[in-house]
């Protein structure tokens, strides 16, 4: 049976969009093997969109590119960036003017492909969330509200496709990462504010508040805006213990 011309123009519209924000893995590589086989399969679909748009397989090759995406990098905080960017990127995605029949058809095929595109880069983003080493109970809560807003705005989009499935499978998703990061954040150090009255070294700092000056570059990180490691703000940021 010969695919429409509408479904294989839309679904390589979006691929089209989709994939080069997948092309490789952010961050450090973790796994060489991993990033050269999702790579490759990266490739085939964007090589032929329209061979892929026949493909029974899609869905599954998308969800094997998303995986091997997160899982091949060293780096889980630049992947949920990496995801992000492309939940903004079919959210940009203008599906086709619906000005005759075949314009709609196609427009509800773009439509779909944007959802499930979504979906999968929130389901990684949600499995990249429990890869970061929490450091704080605010960034607990600062992932928490982030893969919040994420799911919700996924939920919203698989109910108005009345892809039931899929709204049950994120509220899950959206159950366990609320819960992973509140089990995690909940033991955790607060960021508090401290004072000094002259701007001292990030070593002596971190003896004078820790009395460990190996904890230098934890209050770098946490004052990154302040570049310069002899001389830390007289204000800043740390943790409370």
């Known amino acids: 049976m010969t695919t429409p011309d509408y479904i294989l ?14 092309a490789r893995t952010p961050g450090a590589i973790a796994d060489e093997a991993l990033y050269a086989g999702y790579r490759r399969r990266l490739r085939t679909l964007a090589d032929d969109p329209r061979a892929a748009a026949r493909s029974a397989t899609l869905a599954q090759d998308l969800a094997e590119i998303v995986d091997g995406y997160r899982a091949a990098s060293a780096e889980p905080m630049a992947v949920i960036a990496g995801f992000e960017a492309v939940v903004v990127a079919v959210r940009a995605f203008q ?20 959802t499930l595109v979504e979906c999968l880069a929130v389901a990684g983003a949600v499995r990249a969330v429990a890869e970061v080493a929490i450091e704080s109970y605010e960034q607990a809560e600062q992932f928490r509200a982030r893969m919040r807003r994420l799911i919700d705005l996924a939920i919203e989009r698989a109910a108005d496709a009345q892809e039931t499935l899929l709204v049950r499978a ?15 954040g909940r033991p955790l ?46 204000i800043g940021r740390a943790l409370s213990r």
């Open 9 to 22: 123009e839309g679904v390589a519209a979006v691929l089209a969009v989709v994939l080069p924000l997948l």
């Open 95 to 114: 599906p086709a003017a619906a000005i005759n029949a075949v314009r709609a058809r196609r427009r509800q095929v773009e439509m779909r492909a944007c």
């Open 170 to 184: 994120l509220r899950d998703a959206g159950g366990w990462v609320a819960r992973d990061l509140i089990e995690r």
């Open 189 to 234: 150090a607060r960021i508090v504010t401290y004072t000094t009255p002259v701007p001292l070294p990030a070593v002596a700092l971190a003896h004078r508040l820790y009395q460990d000056a190996g904890r230098a570059a934890e209050l770098m990180a946490q004052n990154s805006a302040w570049d310069h490691p002899a001389f830390m703000p007289m």
